[in-house]
Structures are given as C-alpha cells and as structure tokens.
C-alpha cells in the first residue's frame, strides 16, 4: 500500500479545486442514449418534469424556468444534473438536452438579459466564486466563456 504524506494531499486538493475553477471541465458529450444515465447518476438528486419530459438536477442547485419571449410563460429550462452537467428542455424538444460546449457547473445562476437578440445562460463554478456563460444566436448556442 503506498502512503501519500498529508503535505501532498492538501498540494493535490488545493490544485485540483483551481484547476476545477478555471472552466468548465471538458468531457465527452452524452448521447441521447446515455441521458437517463447521466442525469439520473448520482445520490442527491431531485426529479423534475417539464413538457411531458422527466430529469432529475443536483440536490441544492437551483432550477431556472427562463421566459425568453417575455410573455409570461417559461419556454426553456435549464438544471445541473448530479454529474455537474448543464442540461436543458424546451417545448419541442423531444426530452433533456446537455448544453453543447461540455461544460460543467456547481450551481445556476439564470439567464443574462445582453439588450440584443443573443439568449445567455449563467452558471456558477466552485460556489458562486466564478461565472461562466454561453449564448444562444445564429441559430446555435456557443462557447463557454468566463463572465466573472
């Protein structure tokens, strides 16, 4: 069995939580197949239903119901799931969708309202400590890119 002194594990954590808050850690993008898998894999979960289309989220995070078209209905909703995914549903969209970009989250912020066409989504990394976005124009959503 081989020891690892207490001074190396505290270096190790403390780079592995930086290196957890400079982006969204990359990974392979989950089929449709592996859906039910990947949202529903963890031991905290919350179940959630929204157009006829069951998830489930990360147990303390936050749900956000977005009213993109400010009409007072919710037309797309966003959640973390468990494995710290980004996943999103809207009315046509035929079950949960992971946000392209392979981005991963600690916890949702909401929707940022840009003043111009884009749609943008925010989460938290780490906490609250760091923000990142990505957003929706041109027909596709973007990057993950750092919003403070």
Request: hydrophobic share 40%; aromatic share 12%; with cysteine.
């Amino acid at each position: 069995m081989r020891v690892i002194p207490q001074a190396t594990l505290g270096v190790a954590v403390t780079l592995a939580s930086v290196m957890g808050a400079a982006l969204p850690a990359a990974a392979a993008t989950p089929t449709a197949a592996h859906q039910e898998t990947v949202l529903s894999a963890a031991s905290c979960k919350k179940s959630i239903k929204a157009w006829g289309f069951q998830g489930y989220y990360k147990c303390g995070t936050q749900v956000s119901k977005v009213d993109w078209n400010r009409d007072g209905r919710t037309d797309e909703v966003f959640v973390i799931a468990p494995n710290r995914t980004i996943w999103h549903v809207w009315k046509n969209a035929g079950g949960w969708k992971v946000m392209p970009g392979n981005g991963r989250a600690d916890d949702m912020m909401g929707p940022n309202s840009t003043g111009d066409p884009r749609r943008c989504i925010l989460v938290y990394v780490n906490r609250g400590y760091h923000y990142w976005q990505n957003c929706f124009y041109s027909g596709k959503w973007h990057s993950w890119t750092t919003a403070g």
